[in-house]
Structure formats: C-alpha cells, structure tokens
C-alpha cells in the first residue's frame, strides 16, 4: 500500500502550488552542475604506500588550497585497499582522522572475504598522478579498465564527496535506485537519486530504497560496482562518465570482477547478504485492496476467488482493519477482532493465509494509547535536537517515530509485535511507510495536545504553505542539493536534524530506516516462531535488506507505461539481492480497465511476488471482477502454479547464489546487442520466456528469440530464434510463454493452493536444444522451516535417455514423477526404467511427445531410455 494513496496524487498537486520553492532549489541545482566545473578542487598527492599480503594503503594528502565546493575539504585522507577475494576488491578511501560517519557494523554486516594475494585477484588496482588532477586510481579486468578515477579530482569535503570515473561511450548500466525506470540507464542523461522517499512511484524519480550498486555489460561481460555509503546522494551517468556526489561519509567501494551477470549479483550478495528463504507459500498468488470496509466484504473477496475458480493463497488487509489507523488495534466496527479470528481460522482451514499492514508511525497518544506509553517509558522514540520526541502526522494524527538505534526499541517493537500476534497470529507482515513517511514536514506535532487527531494535509484549503527553513543549517540544507523529488531532505519524512540515542543525526541515517525496521520486525518473527521461515514484506530496503524482507515496487499507478517499468522494476531489484519482487498487479493509483487488468495478470503471474492491490476511491480489481481478466488469470497462474517447484528451485538458487529469479534476456544472452534495453520480455530462472503484450489494444506481440530452439509452452509448436523479433499472436486472454531448448523444467499438476499443488505428482518438461540433449534441476525441502532437509535433483537428457541423480541433501520427496513432455522429441514408443520396462501412455503432439503413466521415484537415481 498504502502512503499516500490518497496523497500521493495529491502531493503533485500541492507540488504545484509550491512552484516557487522549488523553482528557487532548481536554480541551485543548475548552479551547481556549473559550479563543479568552474572550481578547480586541487585533488589529492599520495604517498606513504605500503603493501600489505593483501592489498596496500596509502596517504592522501590535500594537494592545494581546499576549493570548499560544497563544504569542508578533509585534508589527510587513508586509501586502504585489499583483495577480499578473488573476484571482489575494497577501494575505502576514508578520513584519516575517523570523523566521518559510516554504516555500524550492526546495521549491516558485510562479509569480509578472506583476502588473496593481489596475484590471484581477478581485478588490479593501480594509482597514478597527474598535476591538474592528482590522484587517481583504475580498477581493471584483464586488458579492460572497469572504473577510472584518473583525470577527475577527487573531492573530499565533509558534507560533499565526488568521484568521478570514465565510461566508454553509450556504456550499458543497470542498477541504481530505487527508481521507477527503463531497466538500461541512459547513459547520456540520468540522475538517480538516493534519498528514500515515500510517496507514489514516479517515473525516474527516487522513491522508497536506496540500492548504490550498478552492472555494466562491456563486450560481453559484466562487472559491478558498489558505493557503500548510507547518505543522500545522486549518482549521475553523463558525457561517458559516472559520478557520485554524495552528502557525506567515506568512499567505499566495492568491485565485483563477474564476468557474468549472475556472476556479478552472486559476488555482491555474498558481501551485503544472500536473500532470505521464503516459506512456499509466498510464491502463490495474492490479494490486497485498500479500501476494504469491513472483514465481511475481505470476506466475501475470499469466496468470490473461490467461486471464479482463481487460486487465491493469501489475503492481505491494508489500515482499513486498523481502529482510527493505530497500529495493533482493530477496528471493533467492522473489523472485530472476533471476526478477524475466524476469517485466520476459515483461511488455515483451507490452506490459505493472511498477511496484515503494520506502520512504524505510533500514535502520539499518552492516555489512552498503550503502544506510544509503553514506547515512551522505554524511551524508544526519535527526538528533536531539543532532546523532545520528534512528532510527524502519519494515518492516526500526530505520531512518533522509533528510533531503532534506541537501547530498547528492539525489545518494545518485540513486545507490540507479540501482544498483536497472541491475539491474531497472522502469517506474515506487510511494514509500510517505513522511509519513514510523514505527511507534514519537521516536529509538526511539537506542541500540540496529545492524541490530537489533525486533518491530512491535503484535505485543507488551501494547502498547508511550504515550511521555511533555516537555510544556514547544513543538515537541513547541505551545500550540494541532491535531486530529491521533495527538493529538501526533510519534506515529508523524519527531520534530518532529528537525534538517535546514538547521538547520530537523522541526516546519516535516513536511508537506513526501513532496512533497520525490517530488521527488527524479523527478529521478532524469527523468535516467535522458532524455526518458521518469516515473510514480510518492505517498501523501504536497503543494500542487504534481501536478507531480511521481501519488497513490492510500492505506489504504481494503473496505466500501460507502469505494467511495463515493472518489469524492470523486478530486474533492479534481481540485481539489488531483492529477488522476491513484484509490482502491484493492475496498478495502484487509478481506475484501472479490463483490458489493462487482463494484461497485467498475464505479466504478474510471473513476478516472482504476485499480488493484485488497488487504492481507495478507484473501481475494485480483484481479478474476478471481469470475466475476461478472469479467465486470463485463471490460464496465466494456472501456468504459474505449475511452475510452482521450478519458481522455487530458482528461488533457492538465489538463496545459495543470489541468482535474481526474473532476468532480463541480456542476463542469458550478454552476446547478443539486440537485448541490452529489452525490458519487454522477462526469463523466470533461465528457462522459461515470458512475452507479455505491453500496449493497449494489441492482439499480438513482437518478441525477441535469441539463436536457439524455443517451444510454445501451451501447444508445442516451434519458434527457431535468429536474433531477431517474431510476431506472436496474444489474443486478451492469453500470454505466451516458451520454453527455451536445453532446458529441462520440473512442473506439478495445479491445485487451488500452493500446499495441494505440493502434492500432486510431478512432471518434467524437457525442451531439447539443437543437438537433442537439455539439463535441469529440482530443489524441494518443507517450504517452512529453516533447518530441514532438502534435495536436490538434477536431470540430464541426451541421446533418448533422461538421467535423475541425486546431487545432495536427504529430504523424502513424496510425489512421484508421473509425466514427460519431450518437446522436440518423437519417435519414442517403449519407456524402460533401468532396464525395465514400464506401461505409459503415448501423446504425440506438434511434433513432441507426452507421456503419463509414470511412477518414478525422484528420492534415487534412475535412467529413463525412451526407445
Ligand atoms: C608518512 O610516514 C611518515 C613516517 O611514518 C610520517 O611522518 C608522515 O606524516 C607520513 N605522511 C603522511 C602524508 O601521512
Ligand atoms: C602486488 O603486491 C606486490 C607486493 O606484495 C607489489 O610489489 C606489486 O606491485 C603488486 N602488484 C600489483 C599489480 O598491484
Ligand atoms: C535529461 O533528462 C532530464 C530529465 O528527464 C530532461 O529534463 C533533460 O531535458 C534531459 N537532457 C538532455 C540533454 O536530454
Ligand atoms: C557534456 O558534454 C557536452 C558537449 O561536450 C557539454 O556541452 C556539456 O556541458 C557536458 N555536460 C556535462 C554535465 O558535463
Ligand atoms: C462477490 O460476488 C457476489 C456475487 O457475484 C457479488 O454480489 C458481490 O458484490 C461480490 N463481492 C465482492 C466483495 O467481490
Ligand atoms: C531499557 O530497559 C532496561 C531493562 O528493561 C531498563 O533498565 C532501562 O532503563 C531501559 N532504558 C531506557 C533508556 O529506558
Ligand atoms: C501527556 O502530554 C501532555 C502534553 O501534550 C502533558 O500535558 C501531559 O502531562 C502528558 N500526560 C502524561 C500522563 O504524561
Ligand atoms: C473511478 O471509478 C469510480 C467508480 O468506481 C468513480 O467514482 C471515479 O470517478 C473514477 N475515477 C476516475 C479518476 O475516473
Ligand atoms: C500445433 O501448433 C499450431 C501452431 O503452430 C497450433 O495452431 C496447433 O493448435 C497445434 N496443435 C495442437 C494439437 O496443439
Ligand atoms: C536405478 O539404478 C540405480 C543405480 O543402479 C539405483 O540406485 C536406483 O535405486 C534405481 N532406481 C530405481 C527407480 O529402481
């Protein structure tokens, strides 16, 4: 959900209203593009290098006068660099003196490698000088030099750090966000800005989370960069160059040497965090609607899925179910806690699950309001400079906001959490608004009686005027103005001058706070259930928070251009370690229409989180609601629910791996030019191609197929991919789907939920290549706990024999393999198992054959000729 449903599109509005303000930020903005070119920054002389085992440090020293471009220039500067493992190298170039601020090591552990001999590192660091410029430093791959300081001044000031390294011309970008995208960056014009916002999801602009990693593909491979530094900051592709202008905080990069994409995301997840497990569950389908008045009408959404015959897995209740919007209450009208129970009871009862909304706003309420007085006593809440709590306007009224560097926030959010789930032990968490959104700006609530409820801003007429700030406060106003869509740092979020119990400023840790209250709210669950595998949902994330959370693109808006950014939007988040993606299905914002509905249930299926949500005040979009949506949802998730073991075994790839589960084609195919901007098409894992149609009244689709053999997954049929586009017929109701040859996907008979799905016999899809042959692999484990057993299989098919082998683990799975579709394959009329042979059924089909009949048992291994 949820902020700013309703003033989401307001706040555009407002925006209006407040020209001026912005109009005078922007001159600044412009000013100082100028200004970083006319002042010449003297840039930095090393000396004093030292090589360690693995690495080597260096001084930096001030090499002139300070140009104080947007601060103060830090005059002694450390270069530590090391080889943490073969395929990452650590460039930190920090103050020598230690004052910068930078990331705890409890807000986000990295790993630290082991450190190898400069030698046997894929990549080599190497500084130079030269006079104008100073110092700089190349990072190369073999003969390619991947990021290259030299010729750019490095600037190093306390509230302003700029680095900047060349880039060959039209350079092929991705990553760098949050920000609702094409997935290939501009090279020649793009700003993105990070600075976690809360509000609806604008083209280009920065919204919820804050991701500084980047994947350049150059002449066939890739490699990664990754700025870990937790301030606002805009990193600027321009003129063959990158640059970072950061607020603060040191320079301290990572580089990841691929050479594959998957290469690439595996090395950086291996620093920041490998994604979470997921229960099975997760990857059915979902629904969610703000707006719902009551457990009655959540109800009857329920029985009207089941009803339209569409797999319904989980329902989600965003703040309707809230008394007055106060986290863990429930509204005793029309959301009784009694009827809340019974819905949990009906949904178990049938395999399915709920998933509530929870805020991290508390109501500032000391009378009557137990969650802020418990909070208040354990002194857990933000404050102001004055040492008061910091009061913002979220949905209750006036509220505070948790200070998760508090000694005791851990512990009160734990002890809320638990009173909420004693009464209502929900499945899993949706955490909201946690960028943290507030709909005014600064300690409005300073002052105020407590409990008071005010009017949303946006309701007022005339709009509420936008604040003056005192311009001389650098925390409020930093010398370099990043391009946040809100023009300054604190518009509608935590005062950047607000404290921590740390003594730390807001202004170093804004971008922090969802990653640090997912955190908490996972400990939480990970205590309360021993053993049971946490879902919960952010919108707010951070580089690791994969290891913590799941995330949906936040605030879209129901129109074709949104159906198609979010294909990309799952791709970033494949690269930012985020792999359990997905946008809101039919759009958020807006009425939506049938036809736009139907196309985006045929894409959203495949996201790999997929879930249907829509705002207040708009038409409802449960996807029963048109016959013909229904009917493109019930074939789309009946394709889903039968990939359902494959979904997951690429899930689990990104688990051990960090492999994204939606790709990009360019991710399979970095030899292929055509691909490098396609986000049209998405692959699930590397095997199955989704072609959905993006364009209001099309009934057909141009597709992209690589070189190779790819087989329709509805009828067989053949597509010999040239490198080039091929026109596929996509009538409403249908997307296409292919297969691609070599692969081999493992499938189950669709059930209504994932649990019956589990259940039913499994089936192989064996999509030979050119040379009759395909390979592919299984994982299955419980789908809830964390330390079960698990197993892995894999599959090979050549020359008319399909191998099962074991490769590792000691789960029982109970399923027997029942089904083969050889596509590609005819001719066969015997099946002997190990030798012996067994009675199937025959189907031959366009050109591949179906076999049913099967009772192979995937616990051994067995050969399977088809004679
Ligand atoms: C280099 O090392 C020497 C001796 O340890 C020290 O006196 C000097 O200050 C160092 N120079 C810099 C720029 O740190
Ligand atoms: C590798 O380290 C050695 C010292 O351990 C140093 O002499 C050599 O210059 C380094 N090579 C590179 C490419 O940095
Ligand atoms: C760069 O992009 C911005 C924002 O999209 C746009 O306003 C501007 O005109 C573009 N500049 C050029 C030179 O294309
Ligand atoms: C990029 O290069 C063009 C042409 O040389 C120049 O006009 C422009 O100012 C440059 N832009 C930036 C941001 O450096
Ligand atoms: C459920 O279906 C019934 C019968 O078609 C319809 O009257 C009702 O409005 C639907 N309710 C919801 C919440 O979809
Ligand atoms: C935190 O909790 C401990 C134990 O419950 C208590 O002694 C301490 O005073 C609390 N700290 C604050 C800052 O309230
Ligand atoms: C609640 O806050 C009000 C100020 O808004 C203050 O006057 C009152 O004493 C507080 N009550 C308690 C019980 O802390
Ligand atoms: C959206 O649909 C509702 C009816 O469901 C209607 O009242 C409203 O005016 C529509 N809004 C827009 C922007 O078209
Ligand atoms: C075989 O493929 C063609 C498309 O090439 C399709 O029209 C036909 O329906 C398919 N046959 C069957 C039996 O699915
Ligand atoms: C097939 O043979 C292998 C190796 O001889 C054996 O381990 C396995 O149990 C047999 N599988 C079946 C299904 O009999």
């Known amino acids: 959900m949820s902020m700013r449903k309703l003033l989401g599109l307001c706040v555009i509005v407002l925006w209006t209203g407040a020209q001026p303000a912005i109009a005078t930020r922007q001159a600044v903005l412009s000013a100082a593009v100028l200004h970083t070119q006319q002042v010449a920054c003297p840039g930095y002389v090393a000396s004093n290098v030292s090589n360690t085992d693995d690495g080597f440090m260096a001084e930096l020293a001030l090499a002139g006068p300070p140009c104080a471009l947007y601060g103060k220039d830090i005059k002694r500067l450390t270069l530590d660099v090391r080889f943490d493992t073969k395929n990452r190298l650590h460039v930190h170039i920090k103050d020598t003196d230690g004052h910068q601020f930078q990331i705890p090591k409890d807000v986000l552990v990295l790993d630290s490698g082991h450190g190898v001999r400069n030698t046997s590192s894929n990549l080599r660091f190497d500084h130079f000088h030269d006079d104008v410029s100073g110092f700089g430093f190349r990072v190369s791959r073999g003969d390619q030099v991947i990021f290259d300081t030299v010729g750019h001044p490095l600037i190093f000031e306390d509230q302003y750090i700029e680095v900047t390294s060349n880039l060959p011309v039209d350079a092929n970008i991705y990553g760098m966000g949050e920000s609702p995208d094409f997935f290939r960056r501009n090279p020649a014009n793009t700003t993105k800005t990070l600075w976690n916002r809360g509000s609806p999801d604008l083209f280009q602009q920065n919204v919820y989370g804050s991701h500084s990693i980047y994947m350049e593909l150059r002449d066939s491979q890739f490699h990664g960069t990754y700025l870990h530094n937790s301030h606002g900051m805009d990193i600027i592709l321009t003129n063959s160059t990158i640059q970072y202008r950061v607020l603060g905080g040191t320079a301290d990069f990572y580089f990841f040497s691929g050479p594959s994409a998957l290469d690439v995301i595996d090395q950086y997840t291996e ?120 009061i913002g306007q979220v949905w209750p009224g006036y509220t505070v906001f948790p200070d998760w560097f508090a000694r005791n926030t851990s512990s009160w959010w734990s002890g809320e959490l638990k009173r909420y789930f004693d009464q209502l032990p929900i499945d899993g968490m949706w955490i909201d608004m946690n960028e943290a959104a507030s709909f005014c700006t600064g300690s409005c609530g300073t002052g105020k009686p407590a409990g008071s409820i005010p009017p949303y801003p946006w309701t007022l007429d005339p709009q509420p005027p936008h604040r003056v700030i005192n311009p001389s406060d650098t925390f409020l106003v930093p010398p370099y103005a990043i391009h946040n869509y809100e023009v300054e740092l604190s518009d509608l979020t935590i005062e950047t001058t607000a404290r921590h ?57 129901a129109s074709w251009k949104d159906l198609h950014i979010s294909i990309a939007s799952s791709f970033d988040f494949g690269i930012f370690g985020i792999p359990m993606v997905g946008a809101d299905i039919c759009g958020f914002f807006g009425n939506t229409t049938e036809e736009l509905c139907a196309r985006w249930i045929e894409v959203g299926a495949f996201y790999p989180f997929s879930r249907v949500h829509s705002a207040l005040a708009y038409s409802p979009q ?58 049209r098409q998405l692959l699930v894992g590397d095997g199955i191609l989704v072609s959905p149609v993006l364009v209001e009244g099309a009934t057909s689709v141009a597709a992209f197929f690589p070189v190779g053999i ?70 299955v484990d419980d789908g809830e706990t964390f330390d079960t057993a698990a197993r892995w299989v894999q599959f090979s098919y050549a020359k008319k024999s399909l191998s099962i082998g074991q490769r590792s683990g000691q789960f029982k799975i109970s399923p027997l393999l029942s089904k083969l579709v050889l596509l590609g394959v005819t001719g066969v009329s015997q099946v002997v198992v190990n030798g012996s042979s067994v009675n199937v059924n025959f189907k031959v089909v366009n050109g591949s054959t179906v076999i049913t009949g099967l009772n192979i048992d995937l616990n051994v291994n067995s050969v399977v000729a088809l004679n």
């Open 271 to 390: 620093l920041v965090g490998r994604p979470s497990r997921i229960p099975y569950w997760a990857l059915g389908f979902h629904n969610c609607r703000y707006g719902y008045k009551s457990v009655y009408e959540v109800n009857d959404v329920i029985a009207n899925y089941s009803k339209a015959n569409i797999p319904l897995e989980v329902a989600w209740t965003d703040i309707d179910y809230m008394d007055g919007t106060r986290d863990f209450t429930f509204d005793p009208v029309n959301f009784p806690l009694a009827e809340m129970q019974k819905q949990l009871a009906y949904l178990h009862a049938r395999g399915q699950k709920m998933v509530l909304i929870t805020d991290p706003a508390i109501l500032y309420d000391n009378s009557s309001y137990g969650v802020y007085a418990r909070g208040h006593e354990q002194d857990v809440f933000i404050k102001n400079a004055d040492g008061s709590e910091f």
């Open 501 to 557: 119990a740390n003594g730390v400023s807001e202004y170093h840790v804004h971008n922090l706070y969802g990653h640090m209250e997912s955190k908490a709210t996972r400990d939480f669950l990970v205590n309360y259930r021993p053993n049971q595998r946490p879902f919960i949902l952010s919108r707010s994330t951070f580089a690791g928070s994969g290891a913590l959370v799941s995330h949906w693109t936040g605030d879209n808006s």
């Open 622 to 679: 449960e996807i029963y609601r048109w016959e013909s949506v229904a009917e493109a949802g019930r074939r789309a998730l009946r394709v889903r629910y039968a990939l359902l073991p494959y979904f997951y075994t690429n899930y689990q790839r990104s688990v051990e791996n960090g492999w994204p589960v939606a790709r990009p084609l360019i991710f399979e195919f970095p030899h292929v030019p055509a691909v490098v901007d396609n986000d």
């Open 710 to 779: 790819w087989y329709d997954w509805y009828d067989y049929s053949v597509i010999k991919g040239t490198n080039d586009i091929v026109t596929l017929s996509a009538p409403l109701e249908h997307v296409n789907v292919h297969v691609r040859g070599g692969k081999i996907v493992p499938t189950q008979e669709p059930s209504m939920t994932t649990a019956e799905s589990r259940k039913n016999d499994f089936g192989l899809v064996v999509a030979v290549d050119e040379h009759g042959a395909a390979t592919g692999e299984l994982y």
